[in-house]
């Protein structure tokens, strides 16, 4: 009776993990952003969403007042 021992090298062990861990991970992150562009996740898309701001204009013409200076 013959008593056959499979020792395969340990040169290649692994290389097929990464390659397909990388492969899982580029499909992630593809669907995410794609799902973020189109609006599904976060807050991608916009949509017909308007926002009115209203932004105060600063007086510059020499009214007196306050000059910044931080002394009272």
Not at 20 to 25: D, T
Not at 28 to 41: D, M
Not at 49 to 59: A, E, G, H, K, R
């Amino acid at each position: 009776m013959a008593t056959i021992v499979n020792m395969p090298s340990g040169s290649d062990e692994g290389g097929g993990g990464w390659a397909v861990a990388v492969i899982i991970l580029l499909v992630v992150l593809v669907g995410a952003f794609l799902l973020w562009g189109r609006g599904f996740i976060g807050g991608g898309g916009g949509g017909d969403t308007n926002i009115d701001v209203t932004v105060p204009t600063p007086d510059v013409g020499g009214g007196g007042g306050d000059t910044g200076s931080g002394t009272q």
